[in-house]
């Protein structure tokens, strides 16, 4: 392992079983963009503050910039040596400009030095996060434009309910990652809060310039509680709770993908490309991408609570513990972002088989609601009008009909008040053409839903 930075106090050297442990080179490398930005602003409030001549910091300022070139391009020189990539940047730095890169950590700790780390690579992540969630919406928006005319059961309980519009359904969806979108906008607020000026814990002797720092890394706020700056990881927890709502959602239309897509449903079809054959039975053509992006979502819960459970249990202020806040992250990362665009890419491919929806909308007795609404009209208090549209129904069932096949007589012979207006209400395509109201699934509603969402995305309209 390469030279400590905390060397002076021990008498022997540290067992390699120790380096292996406490490293966290192997996965904190991914952060040397953040590291190195947020040590530039550093060696400038350095600067400020007297601590560094203006010569120095431009001489540290340049380094850094050149050490970051490197690591674009690949591993540096023994990477896996080293402890962390605080280490690592400031190795880099003094091999470059020699002693004066050892003044760099001046009322800095890794404590708060991580926490920014983390709070940039956490802001660059909602904010790519935040773009493909978009993607998905569109995609969404322009299936259902294309398809404002598809109708099919809506269900609960997966049991065919009452009959809605395809477009409203996916619209639902669209709704989800909306809230999603503004969850991890408002994430930022609290992301963007300064740390460094916290040191270890207690603050530093010299006096930074902390907001001078704050404005230079885009930062809305300075932290007002330096035990506390060190040690919260809320913004971490936050946003992989942010993830996990995101992936909850593509798991409830992935798993609508996979059910649809079956031969009893048959209501989409998923083209060639974005499905997988079974290497035995020759016939098979699964819908593999909806099923990992329900099944990725697992991994994304486990990140959440095993944070949650790490940060639990912990007295102030920093503890080493917290340095397992960071692979459950990149994994998060790597994960809500590909399934986002997965997601994006499946929703536009997928074509939707009208005739089976329209047909699977005809039958089980979906307009059942509208006949009540109907007799209520009539002046039957809806109690009673639930109760006799249920005889209807059951008398429908022993006949093997639907509700707009049984003949006037028969329904009359159970409710004196039904007269030949009510088939007017036994029509699947006006039941949803009724529903009017904001937010129904009467297509004008629809539309409008439509309209305002395509505003929001900035699509022409
Ligand atoms: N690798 C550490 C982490 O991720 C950096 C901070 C180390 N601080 C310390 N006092 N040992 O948390």
């Known amino acids: 392992m390469a030279e400590k930075t905390w060397g002076g106090r021990f008498k022997e050297e540290v067992d390699e079983l120790v380096d292996r442990f406490?490293?966290?080179?192997?996965?904190?490398?991914?952060?040397?963009?953040?590291?190195?930005?947020?040590?530039?602003?550093?060696?400038?409030?350095?600067?400020?503050?007297?601590?560094?001549?203006?010569?120095?910091?431009?001489?540290?300022?340049?380094?850094?910039?050149?050490?970051?070139?490197?690591?674009?391009?690949?591993?540096?020189?023994?990477?896996?040596?080293?402890?962390?990539?605080?280490?690592?940047?400031?190795?880099?730095?003094?091999?470059?400009?020699?002693?004066?890169?050892?003044?760099?950590?001046?009322?800095?700790?890794?404590?708060?030095?991580?926490?920014?780390?983390?709070?940039?690579?956490?802001?660059?992540?909602?904010?790519?996060?935040?773009?493909?969630?978009?993607?998905?919406?569109?995609?969404?928006?322009?299936?259902?434009?294309?398809?404002?005319?598809?109708?099919?059961?809506?269900?609960?309980h997966l049991q065919r309910a009452q009959p809605v519009l395809l477009a409203h359904h996916l619209m639902a969806y669209y709704e989800m990652l909306k809230r999603d979108w503004q969850r991890f906008e408002d994430g930022l607020k609290r992301i963007n809060v300064l740390p460094l000026g916290s040191a270890a814990l207690a603050g530093t002797t010299f006096p930074l310039d902390r907001k001078f720092i704050a404005e230079q890394l885009g930062f809305e706020g300075i932290s007002a509680n330096s035990m506390d700056a060190v040690s919260d990881r809320d913004f971490v927890l936050e946003f992989l709770f942010d993830c996990s709502m995101v992936m909850m959602h593509l798991s409830r239309l992935a798993e609508e993908i996979v059910l649809w897509s079956t031969q009893e449903f048959g209501f989409i079809e998923i083209p060639d490309a974005f499905c997988t054959g079974s290497s035995i039975m020759p016939q098979k053509k699964n819908p593999d991408l909806a099923e990992l992006l329900r099944g990725k979502t697992g991994r994304v819960y486990g990140h959440l609570i095993a944070l949650l459970t790490v940060m639990k249990g912990l007295p102030l202020s920093y503890n080493k513990d917290m340095q397992e806040d960071k692979e459950g992250l990149f994994d998060t990362v790597r994960t809500v972002e590909i399934c986002l665009e997965v997601a994006a890419r499946l929703m536009s491919e997928v074509s939707f088989n009208k005739k089976r929806m329209e047909a699977a909308a005809a039958q089980g007795y979906l307009v059942a609601t509208d006949l009540a609404d109907y007799l209520v009209r009539k002046g039957v208090p809806f109690r009673r009008s639930h109760e006799i549209v249920g005889r209807i129904v059951l008398k429908c069932i022993e006949k093997g009909i639907e509700l707009h096949q049984l003949a006037l007589e028969e329904m009359k012979g159970i409710c004196s008040e039904i007269d030949e207006d009510v088939y007017d209400w036994l029509d699947v395509r006006k039941s949803i053409g009724r529903r009017t109201l904001e937010g129904g699934t009467a297509p004008e509603a629809v539309r409008n839903a439509i309209q305002e969402a395509k505003q929001e995305l900035g699509i022409e309209t």
């Open 22 to 156: 406490n490293a966290s080179i192997g996965f904190d490398r991914a952060l040397y963009k953040e590291d190195i930005e947020g040590s530039i602003a550093h060696c400038k409030a350095l600067a400020k503050a007297g601590v560094l001549t203006e010569e120095e910091s431009g001489q540290i300022v340049h380094a850094l910039e050149e050490i970051r070139t490197e690591l674009d391009k690949g591993p540096y020189p023994n990477e896996d040596q080293f402890e962390d990539i605080h280490t690592l940047v400031e190795r880099a730095l003094v091999d470059k400009v020699g002693q004066v890169g050892e003044k760099l950590h001046t009322a800095r700790s890794r404590n708060d030095q991580v926490a920014l780390d983390m709070r940039l690579y956490v802001r660059n992540a909602s904010g790519r996060v935040m773009s493909l969630i978009q993607e998905v919406r569109k995609a969404l928006v322009m299936q259902a434009e294309d398809n404002l005319d598809v109708i099919l059961p809506g269900y609960t």
